[in-house]
């Protein structure tokens, strides 16, 4: 969900996804993870793949946040599960919790609690 403007320009589009990786990466090993679990497939894969794919479930609710929709009217109609909805709140818990810096986690909060979906 972290693709919410399709206008970004390349240098932009490599920004978010650089600071995504940092962000997970940052989560996971505060729990012990290895830093190196996040360079792969399960990682910045999906990261990439979430980010730039309109096959991903997850960036068609950005996507289409982008443009406007509400949040539950989106989820109504997605037709799928998009698991990075619900994610996101338990996602700002842990943040807030260890106190990691996560400025996009934040941004998707915020765009999700505006679009009435808490």
């Given at each position: 969900?972290?693709?919410l ?23 996971g ?10 360079l ?46 619900p ?32």
């Amino acid at each position: 969900m972290f693709l919410l403007c399709p206008e970004l320009t390349p240098t932009c589009f490599s920004v978010i996804i650089t600071r995504g990786l940092s962000e997970m990466t940052c989560i996971g090993t505060a729990y012990g993870a290895s830093p190196l679990t996040f360079l792969g497939l399960s990682g910045v894969g999906d990261l990439f793949l979430t980010c730039s794919s309109s096959n991903s479930r997850n960036y068609t609710v950005g996507f289409r946040l982008g443009q406007g929709e509400k949040l539950d009217v989106i989820m109504k109609t997605l037709g799928s599960v998009a698991e990075g909805v619900p994610t996101t709140k338990g996602a700002m818990q842990i943040i807030n919790d260890l106190g990691i810096n996560a400025p996009i986690a934040k941004s998707v909060r915020v765009k999700r609690e505006s679009s009435g979906f808490v």
